[in-house]
């Protein structure tokens, strides 16, 4: 049974790090939404015991509304839109929303695993011989994305933004900056691309990046070994 943390104030927590994409994810869709939230880190640390006590697979994010706790940032994004008055991160009509879902999906299955494939390669120069391979096959997950997309339309689902911007918002901009940080130049399909450049001015993408960017640099310059930066 998951440990419950009562409060007496309704204000939404939201557990997470600055550096990690899945609650830079979930920062972007509070913003969005235009939800009060109070942003801390895990009781305990990431994946410790004091918070498996309360999460149990010990991730981030997480969320706590007045007692009711939950993980997953597509389904925390998902409880927010139907819970929290806003713009809705699920618009449209069924066909939209599940488009916006498959998108999402795309984010956190198929392009995230890509990105973090990269991890590895930041901490052991020995292991550096992949990243071309490793290069190709983000570079091959944006032009699935570019062809899942259907054209061009202003944001990532349509002409609504969505629930599939707030990952691909992070996420891409961690893969410009690792592939960057280690020599390697990102193909980024031009549809890409320019969503990338459009995503930069929406308020609730640059709110959610602002403790992003920060936390990222700091990280990389404590892990990267033997790599320009």
Not at 11 to 33: C, D, E, N, Q
Not at 154 to 166: L, P, Q, R, V, Y
Not at 177 to 189: D, F, I, K, V
Not at 200 to 226: C, F, I, K
Request: charged letters at 20%; glycine letters at 6%; one cysteine or more.
């Amino acid at each position: 049974m998951w440990l419950s943390l009562k409060r007496s104030v309704e204000m939404l927590i939201l557990y997470g790090l600055p550096v990690s994409t899945f609650s830079t994810k979930v920062r972007i869709a509070l913003h969005a939404k235009g939800i009060a939230f109070d942003e801390r880190p895990p009781p305990g640390g990431y994946r410790s015991d004091a918070w498996r006590a309360i999460i149990p697979t010990g991730t981030i994010p997480a969320i706590d509304h007045d007692g009711f706790l939950l993980a997953e940032s597509e389904a925390i994004i998902e409880y927010l839109d139907e819970a929290f008055e806003g713009p809705a991160l699920l618009p449209g009509n069924a066909a939209a929303r599940a488009r916006v879902r498959m998108l999402a999906r795309v984010h956190d299955l198929a392009v995230e695993p890509a990105v973090r494939a990269l991890f590895p390669l930041i901490r052991d120069p020995a292991r550096r011989e992949a990243l071309p391979t490793l290069a190709a096959a983000i570079a091959e997950r944006l032009r699935q994305l570019e062809q899942l997309r259907s054209g061009d339309p202003h944001w990532m689902a349509g002409e609504t933004f969505s629930s599939a911007d707030c990952g691909f918002a992070v996420t891409l901009r961690l893969a410009v900056r690792l592939l960057e940080a280690l020599g390697q130049p990102l193909a980024m399909p031009d549809s890409i691309a320019g969503w990338l450049a459009r995503s930069a001015d929406h308020r609730a993408v640059a709110s959610g990046l602002a403790p992003w960017h920060p936390a990222t640099e700091a990280w990389l310059a404590q892990t990267l070994v033997g790599a320009p930066q």
